[in-house]
């Protein structure tokens, strides 16, 4: 009976997709749209797709290349992405590839219309050398999502030499990303006031350098007030590397001031960590930290995923809303379901 | 043999335990040792505390009463622990009891000596119906601790009739601390720019009230600016609750302006808010939330405490670290092994 259903139901055609080998294949061969896949696999939250996303990742991880991973932070208005389109078309002018994974303000509640953006490096996305990813910002905290490690993975298996991972500077993703860049840099615009934001937030402690924006024309003699203020507060924080010294420049995405310069600084000081394996340390470091970060992210979804949790949920819920259940007896009941069977 | 060597080991006096009878009827009658006690057993990462920890809280939870929660935020410097000290004496002169869950800002790593803080909220902590439990905020973004929403419930059954729970402006621990108060005020320091930012990072979203601080003596002006300015901001702004109009206060902790009328403000919206059954309502979505939270904390809980993974960690995270093993991989080997074995 259920087969004769089956068959008189109009036949679905599921859409193709790829296996782990022609996907893995796909990013060695530096195909865009298999890398743009790999990362949605990756940041699916879905259970069936886990074990197909890590295969993947395994492979490409096995990929080894010498790349620049650089984190750029700093407030909504400070001019992230026309920054980061200035440095990026110095990046890429020395022949290298950059791969950006870019907060995308538009999807997250109320900044989209705030800060006016419209289509972001414009120039930068149409660019051969260059691969633009935006993540949705809604739901994590400053936009990284809770793959951009597996996303950064992904990007330098494709060949790209360097990849930005841009933040909104909130704390907490900066945190987050301090855990899987080689070098963070702090954006600042002139006269805002950020330089004690900064400091309290405790993102000034994290930057390996800092970068007054905007600063051309009329805003000139802010931006060198700004500067001021940066370099006195960095020397009232304890150094982040003892053999980095920190510096902070002045730039214009208007007139290129300052972009080589900091892209100079960047390089130099990536190559200098590289030099005195201070680099390789702390990207073993950063790989146990996605140890744990996937640790909880799996055991969240076996857990949500488990067939005798999804059947007592709904009931524990209703009594916990209904008074006649605390969240903790609830919470425990549902512990003790998922570990009776595995 | 073990047991002669037991025997001939110096006995060792454990220090008196409370059971969980004794907590309970300790915090019923108001004992504030008890209470404090009963917190930090609430707080307490050590798996072995759990269960007791839960049964105190179910016991606490099934105590009914009608009280206020209050978070108040704002960013370092805006004034906080001055402003709940006024709001403090209100409340108290009022007859009420107030349990304050406060932000100790000497415990994260730059904020102490920056902000200059010294003994804070003197005069309230002295006060007989007055409860100050400062929380370290180091670890734990704004300083709202994970077990803050418990440490909630601990305190109203003990017989206080309003909490307040204090934050640092920075984005997460808002979100966070609407999931568990009634009301929130954002305090902000006259000519901070502190409305922009607010906006910016989802802030003032969530206000139900602002009081622009420090409006006494020359800062008046910028007082007044900052006021309009808020209002202007809350104007762009979705409404929170459709029945409330959110409304900005100016006060000064020196010349105790609008302090009063700031309780009056929460006292009648939350009063309102309970004739409307909209905070029963609120509450139980509250429960829900802890509910989760409490899952996610006891499961990371009994993972790492399992036998089968505890054993098998440090070589997992030996071979992640020498590039022998994905940390993917390594997750999963983890995982298989708590399945296995309940």
Chains 1, 2 share one sequence.
């Not at 061969?29 to 886990?50: C, D, F, Q, W, Y």
């Not at 920190?246 to 300052?258: A, D, E, I, N, P």
Request: charged residues 25%; hydrophobic residues 40%; aromatic residues 4%.
């Amino acid at each position: 009976m259920p087969e004769s259903i089956e068959m008189s139901m109009p036949e679905k055609r599921k859409p193709y997709e790829p296996g782990v080998d022609e996907i893995v294949a796909g990013i060695l061969e530096g195909n865009r749209r298999m890398l743009s896949r790999a990362i949605t696999l990756v940041e699916s939250t879905k259970p069936e797709h886990e074990s197909k996303a890590h295969e993947v990742l395994d492979r490409c991880l096995a990929v080894k290349k010498e790349t620049i991973r650089i984190g750029i932070t700093g407030s909504p208005g400070a001019g992230k992405s026309t920054f980061i389109e200035s440095l990026g078309k110095e990046i890429i002018a020395e022949g290298l590839r950059l791969a950006v994974l870019a907060v995308d303000p538009s999807s997250s509640r109320s900044g989209g219309s705030i800060l006016g953006d419209k289509a972001r490096m414009e120039t930068l996305a149409a660019h051969p050398a260059a691969f633009i990813r935006p993540t949705a910002s809604s739901g994590h905290l400053g936009g990284t999502s809770p793959k951009t490690h597996e996303a950064i993975v992904l990007c330098e298996a494709a060949g790209f030499d360097v990849v930005i991972v841009e933040t909104v500077g909130v704390g907490q993703s900066e945190i987050t990303v301090d855990s899987m860049v080689d070098f963070i840099l702090l954006l600042m615009l002139p006269g805002s006031g950020d330089e004690l934001q900064g400091i309290k937030r405790g993102i000034m402690e994290i930057a390996d350098a800092i970068a007054v924006t905007k600063s051309d024309g009329t805003q000139e003699p802010l931006a060198l007030v700004s500067k001021a203020d940066s370099e006195a507060a960095l020397r009232m924080l304890p150094p982040k590397h003892r053999f980095h010294e920190r510096r902070v420049f002045l730039t214009s995405s208007v007139t290129g001031k300052g972009i080589g310069d900091v892209w100079k600084e960047i390089r130099d000081t990536v190559a200098s960590m590289r030099r005195q394996n201070i680099l390789q340390a702390r990207r073993k470091e950063q790989l146990k930290k996605l140890l744990y970060s996937s640790l909880e992210s799996m055991l969240r979804t076996r857990f949500f995923s488990n067939r005798a949790v999804h059947a007592m949920l709904p009931d524990i819920e209703q009594k916990v809303l209904s008074d006649s259940l605390s969240p903790f007896s609830g919470a425990k009941a549902l512990l003790e379901a998922f570990q009776n069977r595995t």
